[in-house]
């Protein structure tokens, strides 16, 4: 469910907070590919994470890990930045182009350094570590919040979100819809993940999934470009609804690993 950068969050701050083992940490990255290699966007960043440089021979995730410890990584956060919200990012320069360009990317808030996943081939998965251009503060939403934004912007989007199901426009939404679902990958997450967490990020996935069938919709499919404007606008606040809470069910079980690690 979710991305990259969400397994990476959530595993890296359960592996730094002693509540899951490095190998089981690994293991979850290949959902999203079969081989994943870590590199430093710039020779000061290669530096501090003893990591090759991009363009070099790359190193794997299990020496991203180490460094994170080195260097004494205590939080992270997923960010999932568009054209037009970058909050999070800490301004321009190379790291948000990068997070732009893949949609999302881990941000260590106490390190001022962010990662961003790009698939580069068939089954690979590069992972490439920035400077973060200022301090970067993401706005918090908690969970509770998250949850109750989704279930209002469903209620407000009740009306497009109906014409999904009308066959005139595509037969057999309904087993694309289950078909979208099982194509995702489903990585696993760290015991002691909190239970709302992931059910707001099972919600989040499964609106995500109409939503990307609305959008095949759009000029070119069955709908007018028109119709297609009038759709897009009123799924909008469902859109950015789904983003906001799969952060915060996100970054909520990143909380909760190092607030158990904190009691410990």
């Not at 890990?65 to 999070?88: E, F, M, Q, T």
């Not at 059910?199 to 609106?207: D, G, N, S």
């Not at 959008?215 to 069955?222: I, R």
């Not at 996100?250 to 410990?264: I, K, L, P, T, Y």
């Amino acid at each position: 469910m979710c991305c990259p950068s969400a397994t990476l969050a959530v595993w890296s701050s359960a592996w730094l907070h002693g509540a899951a083992a490095s190998d089981n940490a690994l293991d979850a990255l290949l959902a999203w590919g079969e081989a994943h290699e870590v590199v430093a966007a710039e020779q000061s960043v290669a530096e501090v994470f003893d990591l090759p440089v991009t363009g070099s021979f790359p190193a794997n995730p299990a020496q991203l890990l180490a460094s994170l410890r080195k260097l004494g990584a205590v939080d992270a956060r997923l960010v999932l930045p568009i054209p037009g919200d970058v909050r999070g990012l800490g301004g321009g320069g190379p790291f948000t182009d990068a997070a732009l360009h893949t949609g999302e990317a881990v941000v260590f808030p106490g390190l001022g350094y962010g990662v961003v996943p790009q698939a580069i081939a068939e089954g690979l998965m590069r992972w490439t570590v920035h400077a973060v251009a200022t301090d970067a503060p993401v706005a918090h939403v908690g969970i509770a919040e998250a949850e109750h934004g989704l279930t209002d912007a469903i209620r407000d989007s009740a009306g497009a979100l109906q014409s999904l199901d009308v066959a005139s426009e595509r037969p057999g939404v309904r087993e694309e819809l289950s078909a979208k679902l099982r194509a995702r990958p489903a990585p696993d997450w760290p015991p002691g993940t909190p239970g709302r967490a992931l059910r707001v990020l099972q919600r989040a996935e499964e609106i995500g999934a109409i939503l990307a069938l609305a959008h095949a919709d759009e000029p070119g499919g069955a709908l007018s470009a028109s119709a297609a404007t009038r759709r897009a606008d009123a799924l909008r606040p469902l859109t950015e609804a789904v983003r906001t809470a799969r952060c915060a069910a996100v970054n909520e079980a990143v909380r909760v690993f190092a607030d158990q690690a904190n009691r410990s």
